[in-house]
Structure formats: structure tokens, C-alpha cells
């Protein structure tokens, strides 16, 4: 069954401090895997998706199929990072779902 | 175009009565979802139109949840004979494509509160 978990609840950095926000999944196929984020008062918005391989507001996030994992990082965390974060996945055997982890919150300490 | 619209973006309502929540896409969007959330959840696929057509409804929505899409634009989710349970915020998104991978864009909820 196609299952995302997202381990950490809560994380807090502070800022300047290298952020991880961990993803694993489980998939039969070739999944895609996406990051959604969602700010204070704003709606769920699109991130970055692995198959782009592109960084995001600083963000990068490296598909590792051999430990089923999306972990989303950047080097040095900044204030306006503090947000909802949700990992997402699809694919050919989803039928036409997105399955979403239950999100981790970050806040980045001054 | 101003993105995804919902409507109302709260309602309150006593158990028994029915709610119908209203979502206006992007225009070229062919694809529509319905999703739930609760606290502390992530967004919870209820289901999927692809133009007027409803393809996918989740097992976990029961009969008394119904939704349309009439002429593939705008959308219609309605809970009859409401309950406790189903106190959530209900999100709408749409995207363009022929697959299932592409960017979903959001709205910003409707909020349910069953009294």
C-alpha cells in the first residue's frame, strides 16, 4: 500500500542552522515524490518535485530509492522558512490520488 | 484568474443538516480533487474529476457525501445528514495535465464545524 510518513511533527532550528525534514515512503513503481508547503495564512502551495531536481528557495531534495526516502534539506535556515511542510506522493499505481504524510512544522528560531 | 476559489470559507452547522461546499478551479484546468483534513493530518483524498467526470471517489467517503462537477468547471462537495465526524477543513485543488503528476494548485479551505 503507498504510504508517506513524515517522523517529526515539530522541528525547530535556529537560524543560519542546516534544516532536514525527513520523508520516507512506500511504493510499488516508480513514484513521484513532491514537497508541499504551506505558510501562516496561506494555502498549500507546491515546493519542489523530485523529477524538476531543482533547489527552491534554497531547498533540495534527492530521491533515494534504496532507502525509500525524500528528505527535504537546506544549508542555512532562514526566518520566512517557518511553515507547515508536507511530503506527497503519486504515481502510476495511486490511480489518480496524491498521498500526503501528515506534515511537519518547522519554526526557525532568531 | 486569481488561483483555486472555495466557498463558503466557513460554515457552522448542527448535527443532521446538510452542508455543500463549492469550488471554482483554475479555468484550464481539467483535473479536480477533493481532499480532507483534520488537526495534525495531512490532506486526505476524497476524490477526482477529470473534466465532468468522476473517476476516483475514496472508500473512506461515505454515500452520504456526493459530489459533481457539471459541464468540468466548478465543483460541488456535499455532506448530508452531517456529523461530529466530519468537522474537517475541506480543500479543493486542480491541475492541468493527462497524468496524475503534475503541480496541484490549492484553495484555501472550507472550514466545516458540525455542532
Known amino acids: 500500500a503507498q504510504r508517506v510518513t513524515q517522523p517529526e511533527k515539530l522541528l525547530s532550528v535556529f537560524k543560519g542552522a542546516p534544516v532536514e525534514l525527513k520523508c520516507n515512503y512506500s511504493?510499488?513503481?516508480?513514484?513521484?515524490l513532491f514537497w508541499y508547503v504551506q505558510y501562516s495564512r496561506q494555502r498549500l502551495q507546491l515546493l519542489l518535485r523530485?523529477?524538476s531536481r531543482e533547489s527552491i528557495k534554497g531547498f533540495t531534495a534527492d530521491l533515494n530509492k534504496g532507502e525509500t526516502s525524500f528528505h527535504l534539506k537546506k544549508p542555512f535556515a532562514q526566518e520566512e522558512d517557518s511553515a507547515m511542510y508536507y511530503c506527497?506522493?503519486?504515481?502510476?499505481?495511486?490511480?489518480?490520488?496524491?498521498?500526503f504524510g501528515t506534515g511537519t512544522s518547522l519554526t526557525v528560531i532568531p | 484568474d486569481t488561483g483555486v476559489s472555495q466557498n463558503p470559507r466557513h460554515k457552522i452547522t448542527k448535527r443532521g443538516q446538510n452542508v455543500t461546499f463549492r469550488c471554482d478551479p483554475i479555468?484550464?484546468?481539467?483535473?479536480l480533487y477533493w481532499y480532507r483534513q483534520t488537526l495534525g493530518q495531512g490532506p486526505e483524498f476524497l476524490t477526482y474529476?477529470?473534466?465532468?467526470?468522476?473517476?476516483?471517489k475514496s472508500r473512506l467517503l461515505s454515500d452520504r457525501f456526493s459530489a459533481e462537477r457539471p459541464k468540468g468547471s466548478f465543483s460541488t462537495l456535499e455532506i448530508q445528514r452531517t456529523e461530529q465526524g466530519d468537522s474537517a477543513m475541506y480543500l479543493c485543488?486542480?491541475?492541468?495535465?493527462?497524468?496524475?503528476?503534475?503541480?496541484?494548485?490549492f484553495g484555501e479551505g472550507s472550514r466545516l464545524t458540525v455542532l
Open positions: 485543488a486542480s491541475s492541468l495535465g493527462a497524468t496524475n503528476t503534475g503541480e496541484l494548485f
Open positions: 511504493y510499488s513503481g516508480s513514484p513521484e
Open positions: 523530485h523529477i
Open positions: 506527497a506522493l503519486s504515481g502510476q499505481n495511486t490511480g489518480n490520488q496524491f498521498y
Open positions: 479555468s484550464e484546468h481539467n483535473r
Open positions: 474529476f477529470q473534466n465532468e467526470a468522476q473517476l476516483e
